[in-house]
Nanobody, 119 residues
């Protein structure tokens, strides 16, 4: 069994910062790409940022220059540092990891954490 547990969401003012964390635990053999998605009710899920096991990163245009994704492979944890937050960043943020657990290799998801940016 593999679990991804997120933390760090909350309410912040326009221009503020938050740091999200997501720790994977359980029967893990290896972890490939990890990342963050976000979703607003009634809108399509958006891929915010990804980081490969080698540290290569990719960002949505809407967050480039403001968000930074990183990971600690020893802790099986991925982070999302969010600076200069805007009201349009308000969403539920989900982390995911492409994980090999036993004979299964696929995507596992966290439960989601709410980020609200007030204007």
């Amino acid at each position: 069994q593999v679990q991804l547990v997120e933390s760090g969401g909350g309410l912040v003012q326009d221009g503020g910062s938050l740091r999200l964390s997501c720790a994977a635990s359980g029967s893990i053999f290896s972890i490939g790409t990890m990342g963050w998605y976000r979703q607003v009710p009634g809108k399509q899920r958006e891929n915010v940022a990804t980081v490969t096991s080698g540290g290569r990163t990719n960002y949505a245009d809407s967050v480039k220059g403001r968000f930074t994704i990183s990971r600690d492979n020893a802790k099986n944890t991925v982070y999302l540092q969010m600076n200069s937050l805007k009201p349009e960043d308000t969403a539920v943020y989900y982390c995911y990891g492409r994980i090999r657990s036993g004979s299964y290799y696929g995507d596992y998801w966290g439960q989601g954490t709410q980020v609200t940016v007030s204007s």
